[in-house]
Structure formats: structure tokens, C-alpha cells
């Protein structure tokens, strides 16, 4: 057996979720990107008058700074995705840990700042927040919801005028808190006001002294933080899509569109678009500034500084150093029909790469490929043509791979997938058509299987095919003309109770779920190829729970198609990562450590190679597998 590295592909390492903040005495943006990886990731000071930027390194490991905030002491404050608060003093260049206040793997998600010199972060997906004292150094955490229940986020903190913290908690459940600095207390809001907040994406900004505007899906709203209600927008007719990172400009108010990108100016007469169509597809929602005058500053979910006046409609930008080849892990790798090419994306940053097999060599788009924010989770070569849906939104794209990226033209938007979906999951082509499984939107159950004919443009969308459940994977059987795979009983995120009592196997035909049925029970069941014959194997337990611990990785089932009938077997070694069928007997699979081939007929393991978080299987020839190791780096695997 031959190892040999194929290729890094080059990316620019993606703003998403963190805030940008302003600087106005010093000139500067501030801004964190993500990395995927714990490796390249950085904070980036921007000067806006000279159009330039430096970069200052966080320490290896640390992956998302989504709670970013300016301290009454002038230092920048960031709460990671390890649950780590650090300090960084401009005048100094120093980075300095703080604290480690949620050391048992929640993810700070939001963060918020006091005129009384307190820095607030809160996690994911317990909703635990903390209080830290920029003068004492004392932290403090705190756990409004339940224990027992997960999938909560707490992301946004704002400080009202009588100096207590408003609070907003999504997820599972959405929770608006009112927490006293001064006694260290808490309460919930609008208790017995009827406050309808499933829909809020987020508390957005003051109004006016009394009132919050809040976003949702279906319109904007305002809070009365006194009254501690919700009162009728301040539009006299909706925006035309959902609207995010709303900011107040003198006497009006602008947002930027979750889907579009565009930013639109908000008055009590309407919403009219004031700037759109940004350089290949950046898009701002909660990275603007507004300066003056008509005038604003922000930084691009791809990395674009811009500076630019609806008034006069001058227009400057540049973009700022975020190259990298190993900040963001891959999230798809695919053989396409008829050539020897790989198509590629990485997670949260919208951008392909493609890979040439013969000679290893990797072009990316450096530019995102469409407007809308996320990552691409999956693709298929059908006709001539290569497909991919994203997310956010579950939206389906097509491209000629002979031809090079070029933003709008190449790949072009097909159009959103319907009936409340969100995240692609999988997606296979029998030749004649394209079928997608993705799961519901947040807080929803009931994902779908769509079917997409080349030939007229349509999508039709098979939702709930098995009720209450989101398919986990999928795979086209050419045998029998069906599609089988698994399922989870969760939501996106567990951002829903669950109302099935165990993931499945289903088997899929023209619209029609035929059969369903489980190994054993569980919450999640997945699974990691199909073979000719028709056998779908997956490793797995009997967990019960999303976040249960101990009971991974100790079996392994395999589905007949035909009989539908399964064979369980024990399976003691580590969690098995990805893996395909090379032939109807042997399995190759990868667990953190190791590469392995499994016998199926004779229940035989082989360990082949170490090799470190294995990823991505890909068969590309009966000798030939690629993969990926360490998040970024494509290698083959050649059998002798």
C-alpha cells in the first residue's frame, strides 16, 4: 500500500458570526477570522484611512472568537470556541488569557460589553453565560436553562439604559433575560405578555430609548425593554426577505438581507435598497459601520474591507491578507463523472476548489462562489453538468467544471430548496436526475428528499419522508432504481425536541419512502457506503441522547437491501471516521488514528497506516482512494 500527498488547496479564511468593531481614535476595524482547524487564525486591524491591514496570530487551537467586544479599558475581549476569554492591548501588541470559564467544551458564542466595565460571553449549547470584572479579574458563570437540556444559544448582550443586561437566548427554546449587574441576579422577560420569540434571529439595536428593534423571519419588531412586550414594527410595509445587522445612520435606520446581501434603508415610510450587488458576493450582515453622512465601513464575510457613500456613491475596497492552506478544514471531496477531476469546498466560506488526479494540481476560487453565506456540503456529476447545494438555506447551484470560476456566471443559482430546508446533506444522480436529502430548517423536523430534473428546471421536495426525521445520509442503488440511508431524530442543531423514538434505515423509490426500520435504537444512525450488491454498512451504538458520552463506536451493522435484513457485529476499536466499499468484501475505513480494511465476510480487521483524523473517503479508480488528513491536506491511497 502506497501513501502519497496530492495537494493543500488555497483558501481565504472566512468572517462569519463574529462582530467587527470600530475603532473611531485609533482609524482601525477590528475583526477575527474563523478557522476550522485551530491553526491560522487571526486578528486583523484594519487601517480604513491608509486601506491596509496587520495581522497578530491567536494561539494554535483556537478556532472561532464569535464573542469579540471593546472593554471600557480600550483592550479588545474574545471568547472562543474553546471557552477561553483573552484580552488584547493595542498599545502593547499583547495577547493575554484571562480565563477559562467553560472548561468543559461549550463554544462562546456571542459576547457584550458594560459602561460599568464588564465583559459578558455566552456558550453553546448549554446557555451558560459569565460575567467578567475588567478591574478585578473576577469571572462569574451563570446557567439560566435547564441541565438536562441542550441546544441553546446564548449570542446576544445588550446593556439598556437603567444599566442591567438585556439577554437573548435561541435554540431549543428562545428566552429573553434581564440580568442585574449589581446583585448578580437574573429574570426572565415578558413573563405573562404572551412574547412571541420563536421566530427572533436577534436583538439588533436601540430604536429609541424605550424600544429594541428584533429581527425574524417574518418581519422586523420592536421590544419594549420597559414594558418587557412586544409592539407592531415600525414599517408600514415588510421587507422583501429577512433582514440582519440593522444599524442606525443620524434619522434612519439600514440592514443588510440574510440571502442577498443587500443593504436597505429602513424609515417609517418603507424599505428601499440603497447598495447592492457588492464585488464577488461579499456580504455584510453585522459587519457595517456607519460614519457619517451617508458613509460606511465593514468588512465582507470573504474578507473585503470596503468604504463606500450612498450619497455620492464613491466606492473604495481591498482585501485584506487571509490567504491560507490550512485554516479550514474540507467539508467535500468528489470524483465528478467523465474526467479526472476532484471537486472540493471547505467549511463556512463558500469558496470550490477543483483538483486535477493525473497531475495533482488545485485551482480554488478564492472568491465566493454566490451571495448567499454558509458552506457547500455536497455534489454530484449529472449530463455534463456538476451540481452542489449549500448551507444556509439549502440552496442548489450548477457549474461546468471545464470552465473556470467566475462569480455569477459560474456556477449560477439554481434557487433555494423548498419546504423549510436548510442544511444539504447528501446528494446522488441516476443519471437522469438529481436527488438532494437536507434537513429542516432550525427548530424543524421533518427533512426532505428533492428531485431535480436537468432537463425542465424543476425541484419537487418529498418532505418528512420519514416523519419527525433528518436524513443523516443517502445513497443511490443502480440495481433496483431506490435510494437508501439514515437518519437522526434531532433537530438542526438541537434546536427541537425530538418526537421519534430512534434513527432508521429507510429505503427510498419515486417518491415513496418503502421501508424503515433500525439495527438498534438510537438517536443518530449513520452510515458509510452502499455496495453493488446493495449492502449499507454503518458503525455506531445505542445512544439515546446527542451529547450522551460512552456508548460510540462499539458495533457495526450491515443492511441487506434485498432481504432488509441486518447483520450486527461487535466493533472494539475507536470510532470509525469515513470509509467505502473497494469491492463487496473489502471495507476501508479510517478512525482518528488509524487506516483500516475490514473483511465483511469474515468479520476482519486489518490496521493498515496510521494516519491522523482521516476524512472524506473517495474511491477514484479499483486501486485508488483519496482522502483527507488534518482537515486541509488531499492524499491517495493506492492498493498493492
Given at each position: 500500500m502506497?501513501?502519497?500527498e496530492?495537494?493543500?488547496?488555497?483558501?481565504?479564511?472566512?468572517?462569519?458570526?463574529?462582530?467587527?468593531i470600530?475603532?473611531p481614535?485609533?482609524?482601525l476595524?477590528?475583526?477575527?477570522n474563523?478557522s476550522?482547524?485551530?491553526k491560522?487564525a487571526?486578528i486583523?486591524?484594519?487601517?480604513?484611512?491608509?486601506?491596509n491591514d496587520?495581522?497578530?496570530?491567536?494561539p494554535?487551537g483556537?478556532?472561532?472568537?464569535?464573542g469579540?467586544?471593546?472593554g471600557t479599558d480600550?483592550k479588545?475581549?474574545l471568547?472562543?470556541?474553546?471557552?477561553r476569554l483573552?484580552?488584547y492591548?493595542?498599545?502593547?501588541?499583547?495577547?493575554?488569557?484571562?480565563?477559562?470559564?467553560f472548561?468543559?467544551?461549550?463554544?462562546?458564542?456571542?459576547?457584550?460589553?458594560s459602561?460599568?466595565?464588564?465583559?459578558y460571553?455566552?456558550v453553546y449549547?448549554?446557555?451558560?453565560?459569565c460575567?467578567y470584572?475588567?478591574?478585578?479579574?473576577k469571572?462569574?458563570v451563570f446557567?439560566?436553562?435547564?441541565e438536562k437540556?441542550?441546544g441553546?444559544?446564548?449570542?446576544?448582550?445588550?446593556?439598556?439604559?437603567?444599566?442591567?443586561?438585556?439577554?437573548s437566548?435561541?435554540?431549543?427554546?428562545?428566552?429573553?433575560?434581564?440580568?442585574?449587574?449589581?446583585?448578580?441576579?437574573y429574570?426572565?422577560?415578558?413573563?405573562?405578555n404572551?412574547?412571541?420569540?420563536?421566530?427572533f434571529?436577534?436583538?439588533e439595536?436601540?430604536?429609541?430609548?424605550?424600544?429594541?428593534?428584533?429581527s425574524s423571519?417574518k418581519?422586523?419588531?420592536?421590544?419594549?425593554?420597559?414594558?418587557?412586550?412586544?409592539?407592531?414594527?415600525?414599517?408600514s410595509?415588510e421587507?422583501?426577505?429577512?433582514?440582519c445587522?440593522?444599524?442606525?445612520?443620524?434619522?434612519?435606520?439600514y440592514?443588510?438581507?440574510?440571502t442577498?446581501?443587500i443593504?436597505?434603508?429602513?424609515?417609517r415610510?418603507?424599505c428601499r435598497?440603497?447598495w447592492e450587488?457588492?464585488?464577488?458576493?461579499?456580504?455584510?450582515?453585522r459587519?457595517l459601520?456607519?460614519l457619517r453622512?451617508?458613509?460606511f465601513?465593514?468588512?465582507?464575510?470573504?474578507?473585503?474591507?470596503?468604504?463606500?457613500?450612498?450619497?455620492?456613491?464613491?466606492?473604495?475596497?481591498?482585501?485584506?491578507?487571509?490567504?491560507?492552506?490550512?485554516g479550514i478544514?474540507i467539508?467535500?471531496?468528489?470524483?465528478?463523472a467523465?474526467?479526472?477531476l476532484l471537486?472540493g469546498?471547505?467549511?463556512?466560506?463558500?469558496q470550490?476548489f477543483?483538483?486535477n488526479?493525473s497531475?495533482?494540481?488545485?485551482?480554488?476560487?478564492?472568491?465566493?462562489?454566490?451571495?448567499?453565506s454558509?458552506q457547500?456540503?455536497?455534489g454530484?456529476?449529472?449530463g455534463d453538468k456538476?451540481y452542489f447545494?449549500s448551507?444556509?438555506?439549502a440552496?442548489?447551484y450548477?457549474?461546468?467544471?471545464a470552465?473556470?470560476?467566475?462569480?455569477?456566471?459560474?456556477?449560477?443559482?439554481?434557487?433555494e430548496?423548498?419546504k423549510?430546508?436548510?442544511?444539504?446533506i447528501?446528494m446522488?444522480s441516476?443519471?437522469?436526475?438529481v436527488?438532494?436529502?437536507?434537513g429542516?430548517?432550525?427548530?424543524?423536523?421533518?427533512?426532505?428528499i428533492?428531485?431535480?430534473?436537468?432537463e425542465?428546471?424543476?425541484?419537487?421536495a418529498?418532505r418528512?419522508?420519514v416523519?419527525?426525521q433528518n436524513?443523516?445520509?443517502?445513497?443511490y442503488h443502480?440495481a433496483?432504481?431506490g435510494?437508501?440511508?439514515?437518519?437522526?431524530?434531532h433537530?438542526d442543531c438541537g434546536?427541537?425536541?425530538?418526537?421519534?423514538?430512534?434513527a432508521?434505515?429507510?429505503v427510498?423509490?419515486a417518491g415513496k419512502?418503502?421501508?424503515?426500520?433500525?439495527?438498534?435504537?438510537?438517536?443518530?444512525?449513520?452510515a458509510?457506503?452502499?455496495s453493488?450488491?446493495?449492502?449499507?454498512i454503518?458503525?455506531?451504538?445505542n445512544?439515546?441522547?446527542?451529547?450522551?458520552?460512552?456508548?460510540?463506536?462499539?458495533k457495526?451493522?450491515l443492511f441487506?437491501?434485498?432481504?432488509k435484513?441486518?447483520v450486527?457485529?461487535?466493533?472494539p476499536y475507536q470510532?470509525?471516521?469515513?470509509?467505502?466499499?473497494m469491492?463487496?468484501r473489502?471495507f476501508y475505513?479510517a478512525?482518528?488514528?488509524?487506516i483500516?480494511?475490514?473483511d465483511?465476510e469474515?468479520d476482519?480487521?486489518?490496521?493498515l497506516?496510521?494516519?491522523h483524523a482521516?476524512?472524506?473517503?473517495?474511491?477514484?479508480?479499483?486501486?485508488?482512494?483519496?482522502?483527507v488528513v488534518?482537515?486541509?491536506?488531499v492524499?491517495?491511497?493506492?492498493?498493492n
Amino acid at each position: 500500500m502506497k501513501i502519497e500527498e496530492m495537494a493543500c488547496p488555497e483558501l481565504r479564511l472566512p468572517f462569519v458570526n463574529n462582530p467587527i468593531i470600530y475603532l473611531p481614535e485609533r482609524s482601525l476595524l477590528a475583526a477575527v477570522n474563523y478557522s476550522t482547524t485551530g491553526k491560522d487564525a487571526n486578528i486583523f486591524l484594519i487601517n480604513i484611512a491608509e486601506m491596509n491591514d496587520r495581522k497578530i496570530s491567536l494561539p494554535q487551537g483556537e478556532k472561532g472568537v464569535y464573542g469579540f467586544v471593546k472593554g471600557t479599558d480600550g483592550k479588545l475581549y474574545l471568547g472562543t470556541h474553546s471557552g477561553r476569554l483573552y484580552s488584547y492591548d493595542i498599545n502593547r501588541s499583547e495577547l493575554t488569557e484571562l480565563a477559562r470559564p467553560f472548561p468543559k467544551g461549550q463554544m462562546i458564542w456571542g459576547g457584550g460589553a458594560s459602561s460599568g466595565g464588564k465583559i459578558y460571553m455566552g456558550v453553546y449549547p448549554t446557555a451558560e453565560f459569565c460575567e467578567y470584572d475588567v478591574k478585578t479579574g473576577k469571572t462569574a458563570v451563570f446557567k439560566p436553562m435547564p441541565e438536562k437540556k441542550l441546544g441553546f444559544y446564548a449570542n446576544y448582550f445588550l446593556e439598556l439604559p437603567d444599566g442591567n443586561i438585556l439577554i437573548s437566548i435561541g435554540g431549543a427554546s428562545s428566552v429573553l433575560l434581564i440580568y442585574n449587574p449589581h446583585s448578580g441576579t437574573y429574570r426572565m422577560a415578558g413573563v405573562g405578555n404572551h412574547l412571541s420569540l420563536g421566530t427572533f434571529a436577534g436583538l439588533e439595536c436601540f430604536f429609541d430609548e424605550e424600544r429594541i428593534i428584533v429581527s425574524s423571519e417574518k418581519g422586523i419588531g420592536l421590544f419594549n425593554w420597559k414594558e418587557e412586550k412586544l409592539e407592531s414594527g415600525f414599517l408600514s410595509e415588510e421587507p422583501p426577505e429577512q433582514l440582519c445587522g440593522i444599524i442606525r445612520g443620524e434619522d434612519r435606520f439600514y440592514g443588510t438581507g440574510l440571502t442577498s446581501g443587500i443593504l436597505y434603508e429602513l424609515d417609517r415610510k418603507g424599505c428601499r435598497v440603497v447598495w447592492e450587488n457588492f464585488p464577488c458576493g461579499n456580504s455584510f450582515i453585522r459587519k457595517l459601520h456607519y460614519l457619517r453622512d451617508g458613509e460606511f465601513i465593514g468588512l465582507g464575510d470573504n474578507g473585503l474591507f470596503v468604504r463606500f457613500n450612498i450619497k455620492n456613491k464613491k466606492f473604495a475596497s481591498f482585501q485584506v491578507r487571509n490567504e491560507s492552506r490550512n485554516g479550514i478544514s474540507i467539508k467535500m471531496l468528489t470524483k465528478t463523472a467523465g474526467n479526472d477531476l476532484l471537486m472540493g469546498s471547505h467549511h463556512i466560506n463558500m469558496q470550490l476548489f477543483k483538483i486535477n488526479i493525473s497531475d495533482s494540481r488545485s485551482v480554488s476560487s478564492l472568491n465566493k462562489i454566490s451571495s448567499y453565506s454558509g458552506q457547500i456540503n455536497c455534489g454530484v456529476s449529472c449530463g455534463d453538468k456538476f451540481y452542489f447545494a449549500s448551507y444556509v438555506k439549502a440552496v442548489f447551484y450548477s457549474m461546468d467544471t471545464a470552465q473556470p470560476f467566475e462569480y455569477g456566471k459560474n456556477p449560477v443559482v439554481i434557487g433555494e430548496i423548498g419546504k423549510e430546508q436548510n442544511r444539504p446533506i447528501a446528494m446522488v444522480s441516476d443519471g437522469k436526475f438529481v436527488y438532494i436529502a437536507t434537513g429542516a430548517n432550525y427548530g424543524k423536523l421533518g427533512g426532505a428528499i428533492s428531485v431535480f430534473n436537468p432537463e425542465s428546471g424543476e425541484i419537487n421536495a418529498y418532505r418528512d419522508f420519514v416523519p419527525f426525521q433528518n436524513p443523516n445520509s443517502m445513497f443511490y442503488h443502480p440495481a433496483s432504481g431506490g435510494l437508501v440511508g439514515t437518519t437522526t431524530i434531532h433537530a438542526d442543531c438541537g434546536t427541537s425536541d425530538p418526537k421519534a423514538d430512534s434513527a432508521v434505515v429507510y429505503v427510498w423509490h419515486a417518491g415513496k419512502t418503502e421501508h424503515t426500520s433500525a439495527p438498534w435504537k438510537t438517536s443518530s444512525l449513520n452510515a458509510f457506503d452502499l455496495s453493488p450488491a446493495g449492502r449499507l454498512i454503518g458503525f455506531g451504538g445505542n445512544k439515546l441522547y446527542r451529547f450522551e458520552a460512552g456508548t460510540d463506536g462499539n458495533k457495526y451493522y450491515l443492511f441487506d437491501l434485498s432481504s432488509k435484513k441486518y447483520v450486527v457485529r461487535d466493533w472494539p476499536y475507536q470510532e470509525v471516521r469515513c470509509g467505502i466499499f473497494m469491492d463487496e468484501r473489502c471495507f476501508y475505513g479510517a478512525t482518528s488514528d488509524f487506516i483500516f480494511r475490514l473483511d465483511i465476510e469474515t468479520d476482519k480487521m486489518f490496521k493498515l497506516e496510521n494516519a491522523h483524523a482521516a476524512s472524506l473517503f473517495q474511491k477514484i479508480s479499483e486501486r485508488e482512494i483519496v482522502f483527507v488528513v488534518e482537515g486541509h491536506i488531499v492524499k491517495k491511497l493506492t492498493i498493492n
